[in-house]
Antibody, heavy 123, light 111 residues
Framework: EVQLVQSGAEVKKPGESLKISCKGS????????IGWVRQMPGKGLEWMGI????????RYSPSFQGQVTISADKSINTAYLQWSSLKASDTAMYYC????????????????WGQGTTVTVSS | QSALTQPRSVSGSPGQSVTISCTGT?????????VSWYQQHPGKAPKLMIY???KRPSGVPDRFSGSKSGNTASLTISGLQAEDEADYYC???????????FGSGTKVTVL
């Protein structure tokens, strides 16, 4: 079964660092882009960025460039989203998702989603 | 990059059809045939329903269809069912710098 399994909920204080993970299984992890999406409480989906684990090619939404770091460790089929200094406004659900691909062609859509990681930042 | 504009809510009775619009610009929706739609039930992860404007992934009922005209894309749900009650988001490719932009989201209510 193709799936993305994300790390558990986090509760942090402002100024702390954090790295959450997204582990892929059931498919060739290095052949598919992995993206990250934010959903603040009661709000809509926001595109954060995407990484190709095979070569670490990474693209960021202008809104999140410099605010977060996306990385991947292909040896353990895991992608990461990290913050160096959290703010209260980072409180949200974060989803990872796989970019749809077939026969070597990458579509502009995300077909497999993780279950989400809740991040709460509060003093 | 602003979010694509969707109606806040739409509703319909079982068996009816509803259409959700998604309005962008020539830099996103109007510039590429790369619009996708996602269904999200409360407390759940989004699910891909439509990609490339009108293509349905395997397993998505053919009651769901997509189209595009100019800067506006649309998702139509025909034969509305109770389980279709959810939030729906459009998403468009917006060029290599921005990559993707999501819509503001629409709540579909089955009366």
């Amino acid at each position: 079964e193709v799936q993305l399994v994300q790390s558990g909920a986090e509760v942090k204080k402002p100024g702390e660092s954090l790295k959450i993970s997204c582990k892929g299984s059931g498919y060739s992890f290095t052949s598919y882009w992995i993206g990250w999406v934010r959903q603040m409480p009661g709000k809509g989906l926001e595109w954060m960025g995407i990484i190709h684990p095979g070569d670490s090619d990474t693209r960021y939404s202008p809104s999140f460039q410099g605010q977060v770091t996306i990385s991947a460790d292909k040896s353990i089929n895991t992608a990461y989203l990290q913050w160096s200094s959290l703010k209260a406004s980072d409180t949200a659900m974060y989803y990872c998702a796989r970019r749809l691909a077939a026969a070597g062609y990458y579509y502009y859509a995300m077909d497999v989603w993780g279950q989400g990681t809740t991040v709460t930042v509060s003093s | 990059q602003s979010a694509l504009t969707q109606p806040r809510s739409v509703s319909g009775s079982p068996g009816q059809s509803v259409t959700i619009s998604c309005t962008g610009t020539s830099s996103d929706v109007g510039g590429y045939n790369y619009v996708s739609w996602y269904q999200q039930h409360p407390g759940k992860a989004p699910k891909l329903m439509i990609y490339d404007v009108s293509k349905r992934p395997s397993g998505v009922p053919d009651r769901f269809s997509g189209s595009k005209s100019g800067n506006t894309a649309s998702l139509t749900i025909s034969g509305l069912q109770a389980e279709d009650e959810a939030d729906y988001y459009c998403c468009s490719y917006a060029g290599s710098y921005t990559f993707y932009v999501f819509g503001s989201g629409t709540k579909v209510t089955v009366l």
